[in-house]
């Protein structure tokens, strides 16, 4: 996938298609969605409410939060790749979770604001064509005081780093739109409605996609939303 000005980067599901068959179909063999493993518990762990998670892929999570419920969870996923999300259709049989699936793009959430308790984020920072937009939806549809939970690479410092520019260019063609260099964490961590909670830069994950940083964020009581 090339590169998105802004304009088209914020169209709705129905007019950016993003459709990458083959990322689809090796996805679960791939080196790094198997060292997400061991992080997925963290994201899944005591769910209840109203929980969204954004880009859910092949549908990993979704024995992860059938082992977290905590009490009553109704579960929401979007994944905008068809491909994809015929495997998440599948996941979910698999795994016994009733999963309001939807086709939609993280920048254009199909849900009112203030509706979930929880909003989930494995590895989608990395590739939303507009990480920015995708933050302020993320904000839009949190309930004040609701947690905001993500795992996700972010760009490296010194060698790994200049690696990781080198290879972007490619590795985006291949990797179904995923971004290497991306710093997902400042985005977070500046956002003026959410408050951390937590974040934790982890040792595992496999080159170029590394380091790993997990954390939590609350959206705040006072949430500024324009
Ligand atoms: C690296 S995969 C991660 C899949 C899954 N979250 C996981 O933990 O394994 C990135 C996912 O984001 C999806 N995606 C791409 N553009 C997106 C967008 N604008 N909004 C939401 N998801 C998007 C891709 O189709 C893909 O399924």
């Given at each position: 996938m090339s590169d998105l000005t802004p304009e088209s980067a914020t169209r709705s599901a129905d007019e950016y298609e993003v459709d990458h068959p083959l990322f689809a179909a090796c996805y679960d063999f791939l080196p790094e969605p198997e060292a997400l493993e061991a992080e997925r518990g963290y994201l899944a762990r005591d769910l209840s409410g109203r929980a969204l998670e954004l880009?859910?892929?092949?549908?990993?999570?979704f024995p992860f939060v059938v082992d977290g419920t905590a009490g009553d969870l109704e579960y929401h996923a979007i994944e905008p790749d068809p491909n994809m999300r015929k495997r998440a259709a599948e996941a979910a049989r698999e795994a016994g979770l009733a999963v309001d699936l939807r086709d939609a793009r993280a920048e254009s959430l199909p849900y009112p604001d203030d509706s979930f308790d929880v909003v989930l984020a494995g590895v989608v920072f990395c590739t939303v064509q507009d990480p920015d937009a995708a933050l302020e939806e993320v904000v839009r549809v949190l309930k004040p005081g609701g947690e905001f939970r993500f795992l996700e690479h972010v760009g490296a410092d010194g060698w790994r780093g200049s690696g990781q520019r080198l290879l972007d260019p490619v590795w985006k063609r291949v990797a179904g739109?995923?971004?290497?260099?991306?710093?997902t964490v400042t985005r977070f961590v500046d956002h003026e409605a959410l408050a951390v909670e937590e974040i934790d830069r982890l040792d595992d994950g496999v080159f170029p996609a590394t380091p790993i940083v997990r954390g939590t964020l609350r959206r705040r009581q006072d949430g500024v939303l324009e």
């Open positions: 880009g859910c892929g092949t549908g990993d999570m739109g995923c971004h290497l260099t991306r710093d």
